[in-house]
């Protein structure tokens, strides 16, 4: 099936980071299902061809490949049984959920489709909204790999990377442990502009700096571009859940991860002081050696578009 792009593609989850990912697939030229729980989010998809379906079993029935964007594992969960979509997809089919959640629950996902011969892959993405837009995601699976076999053509339509990690929950782990060391890294990032201000550093000219050396990090690149002060306090929220998340996944090692998840949910938690203490700087200036960057994070010819793997915007 792989490079056929007559498959059917199901797709449910329509949210800031969903909608461009299933446009990516409907323009990749994939037969794209949709279903939505509030008609007015298919706007999102407006200009290129895809099929509504009145009901989540609907849809499977359609489908050989369904995806799922959704921000909790309790909707996950509705749409599979009270929407009717787990009983609904044929034998043979793949369900793909690209949603942060549980480790555990993507385990228990596999066992309630494995009677019904349908493979499960846990497949969230890092990249953001911008990362979904400009198609350069990073798509991180876990599950059986003949599946991901199958669906890597159409996760090839959003993503610049796909990294399978393992079993069933794997995938899940590892972005937990992505987005828990990005947030780390901005409460490193805080503390280095308290000192620095303490010494009387300037701040724009030392985050440039930063930028171009051995200190940068994602974490650093986000700011000022998928995370400023307008939108840090909604991303706040979302990284606490986030972390809310690792929490209960790391949950079994006891206190020997607690120090790391506190400095994480501390970062967290200081996000919209960050952006603010760094807003929006000034790029380099080219004539002086400097790289050009576009506000979503582009390196003026310096290869492929680099996309800044911001919070987990789902």
Request: with cysteine; charged share 20%.
């Amino acid at each position: 099936m792989a490079n056929d792009q007559d498959v059917a593609v199901g797709w449910i989850g329509l949210g800031d980071q969903g909608a461009p990912m299933a446009r990516a697939i409907a323009e990749a030229g994939y037969e794209l299902h949709v279903w939505a729980r509030r008609p007015s989010s298919l706007e999102e998809l407006r200009g290129v061809p895809f099929t509504v379906h009145d009901t989540p079993a609907a849809l499977g029935a359609a489908c050989e490949i369904v995806g799922l964007c959704l921000n909790v594992d309790d909707n996950v969960r509705e749409v599979l049984t009270d929407g009717g979509l787990l009983g609904a997809l044929r034998a043979g089919a793949v369900l793909v959920n690209h949603g942060t959640g549980l480790p555990a629950f993507a385990r228990e996902l596999a066992a309630l489709a494995e009677p019904h011969e349908v493979a499960v892959l846990d497949a969230p993405v890092s990249g953001g909204r911008a990362g979904a837009v400009a198609k350069q995601l990073t798509t991180i699976v876990g599950g059986d790999r003949a599946a991901l076999t199958r669906c890597t053509p159409v996760f090839e339509s959003f993503s610049a990377k796909i990294s399978h990690m393992g079993g069933a929950g794997a995938g899940q782990m590892a972005k937990l442990l992505n987005n828990a060391l990005l947030m780390a890294n901005q409460e490193s990032l805080r503390e280095i502009v308290r000192v620095a201000s303490d010494l009387g550093i300037e701040v724009a000219p030392l985050m440039d700096l930063l930028r171009s050396g051995t200190g940068s990090s994602r974490a650093l690149e986000s700011l000022g571009h998928a995370i400023t002060p307008g939108n840090a306090e909604h991303l706040r929220e979302m990284q606490l859940v986030d972390m809310e998340i690792f929490a209960d996944a790391v949950a079994e090692l006891g206190e020997s991860v607690r120090p790391f998840t506190e400095r994480a949910v501390d970062g967290a938690r200081a996000l919209p002081e960050l952006a603010a203490q760094v807003g929006w700087f000034p790029f380099p200036d080219p004539a002086r050696g400097g790289t050009v960057r576009d506000r979503s994070g582009v390196a003026g010819g310096r290869g492929r578009p680099r996309t800044d793997h911001g919070p987990a915007v789902r």
